[in-house]
């Protein structure tokens, strides 16, 4: 299946989390082409700074594996994971990384060092406009 295809799929789950009062980002992870795991942002549900769409679908498909490694896997987010869901990433193994949007404040490519694994590719700009018209609109009605 092709990239665009899974992230409409994460974009989905990014509406999902903005119709929640959430930051609109969504995340899945596909292995062999099925997709293992689905999550959105859940920090202002679960009270949780750490409950990121990238952290809840790591932990949805490592046990849906039955492993803490996803090197077969390939993680489709809505807007460029922060530092910690980098560092997530690179513990888990990630093998493939596909992202909608760059965040330019807090992405994980601000900092100098390479936060994912050596063995990770990654993909940026897949349905990026798509994916920053979403937080722009998100932004904008929360400033009025």
Same mark, same amino acid.
């Given at each position: 299946?092709?990239?665009?295809?899974?992230?409409?799929?994460?974009?989905?789950?990014?509406?999902?989390?903005?119709?929640?009062?959430?930051?609109?980002?969504?995340?899945?992870?596909? &292995?062999?082409?099925?997709?293992? !795991?689905?999550?959105?942002? +859940?920090?202002?549900? $679960?009270?949780?700074?750490? =409950?990121? #769409?990238?952290?809840?679908?790591?932990?949805?498909?490592?046990?849906?594996?039955?492993?803490?490694?996803?090197?077969?896997?390939?993680?489709?987010?809505?807007?460029?994971? &922060?530092?910690?869901?980098?560092? !997530?990433?690179?513990?888990? +193994?990630?093998?493939? $990384?596909?992202?909608?949007? =760059?965040? #330019?404040?807090?992405?994980?490519?601000?900092?100098?060092?390479?936060?994912?694994?050596?063995?990770?590719?990654?993909?940026?700009?897949?349905?990026?406009?798509?994916?920053?018209?979403?937080?722009?609109?998100?932004?904008?009605?929360?400033?009025?």
């Amino acid at each position: 299946m092709p990239d665009d295809y899974f992230m409409e799929i994460a974009l989905t789950l990014a509406e999902e989390a903005a119709d929640n009062g959430e930051i609109p980002v969504g995340a899945i992870v596909v &292995c062999r082409n099925r997709i293992i !795991a689905k999550a959105r942002n +859940q920090t202002e549900q $679960l009270k949780d700074v750490t =409950a990121h #769409a990238e952290i809840m679908a790591i932990t949805s498909a490592t046990q849906y594996l039955g492993s803490k490694y996803l090197p077969d896997c390939t993680m489709y987010v809505t807007l460029e994971p &922060c530092v910690m869901c980098a560092g !997530a990433l690179f513990w888990a +193994q990630l093998g493939r $990384l596909v992202i909608g949007a =760059a965040d #330019a404040r807090r992405g994980y490519s601000r900092v100098e060092t390479n936060l994912l694994h050596p063995k990770t590719r990654v993909e940026t700009g897949v349905l990026a406009e798509e994916s920053q018209a979403l937080l722009a609109k998100f932004f904008t009605r929360l400033r009025t």
